[in-house]
């Protein structure tokens, strides 16, 4: 599926609100495939980018979760 690129932007704001207004939404590659009906490559790009805007993180395993940042302890 090719995506124009107000769909992509569409694309990027649906994911990142559904883990906002989810915050322990935890998903791995094919799940986030289907619930937002896009395929593997789109997913992979969209989902990265959240990553690398630290809007979300990867677990260990693969799964992607929202990021919440730690808060450095004043010393």
Not at 50 to 64: F, I, K, N
């Amino acid at each position: 599926m090719t995506l124009n690129p107000d769909r992509i932007g569409d694309l990027v704001v649906r994911m990142q609100g559904d883990f906002l207004d989810a915050p322990t939404l935890t998903l791995r590659l094919p799940d986030a495939e289907r619930r937002f009906r896009v395929d593997r490559i789109t997913c992979e790009a969209v989902l990265g980018a959240l990553v690398d805007s630290q809007v979300l993180a990867r677990t260990r395993d693969g799964a992607y979760v929202r990021f919440f940042p730690r808060l450095a302890h004043a010393a």
